[in-house]
């Protein structure tokens, strides 16, 4: 509710914002197979083929995210930024990219907050290229996620509720320890798919 997120959403308390970046992307990675027909948590990361992930100025824990999830982080492409010493990604250059994979579906991953100079991504305009093109959407909010905290600020993350996987680090703004962070997503089913662990003792996994 304090970031705008609709009731579809669901969260989870997780190590840092590099865990939160890791989830979000496992989601995503089991959302590929399920538009591809394939069960990544069944047959693993092989099947998907080549997975492509992209982003202007995404942060060093992406790429060790997909290095972890067996994607690779050679799939990271980078989409060019705004001019000016800009650090937000040019849309319509994220939309000529995207129209270059020829309907294969993609992740993009968007940021409120880059670590450098703190610059947010058009999220709406972001979000608003899923009418032409089909990809998941995974919002880096780890710094600026709490401005919509902020009546001031609120602006600048303006359509985080579009997102299909965020992640918001509260070491950042609330003085809390640093492996305190929180990632939210609205396929809980999926997250469910990749994380669960079927074991007698544990009872049967929430739905």
């Not at 069960?39 to 100025?57: E, H, I, K, T």
């Not at 250059?93 to 610059?119: C, K, Q, Y």
């Not at 320890?177 to 003792?201: C, E, G, I, K, M």
């Amino acid at each position: 509710e304090l970031f705008g997120l609709g009731e579809e959403f669901g969260g989870a308390f997780v190590t840092g914002a590099a865990m939160s970046n890791t989830v979000g992307l496992a989601v995503a990675r089991e959302w590929l197979g399920e538009r591809l027909g394939v069960d990544v948590a069944r047959d693993g990361v092989a099947a998907l083929g080549p997975v492509d992930v992209l982003s202007g100025s995404p942060h060093s824990t992406i790429g060790k995210a997909l290095s972890v999830l067996g994607l690779g982080r050679g799939r990271l492409r980078r989409v060019p930024v705004l001019p000016d010493n800009r650090e937000a990604v040019d849309v319509a250059a994220l939309d000529a990219a995207l129209t270059g994979l020829d309907g294969r579906p993609a992740i993009v991953v968007a940021n409120a907050g880059t670590v450098n100079s703190v610059d947010f991504d058009d999220l709406r305009a972001v979000a608003a290229l899923r009418e032409r093109h089909d990809f998941w959407l995974h919002v880096d909010a780890a710094f600026g996620g709490f401005a919509a905290l902020s009546p001031a600020y609120a602006h600048l993350v303006a359509g985080l509720d579009a997102a299909d996987s965020v992640c918001v680090d509260l070491h950042k703004w609330l003085n809390v320890p640093y492996d305190a962070a929180v990632q939210f997503t609205r396929r809980r089913d999926l997250q469910l798919a990749v994380f669960r662990n079927a074991a007698a003792y544990l009872g049967q996994p929430a739905g």
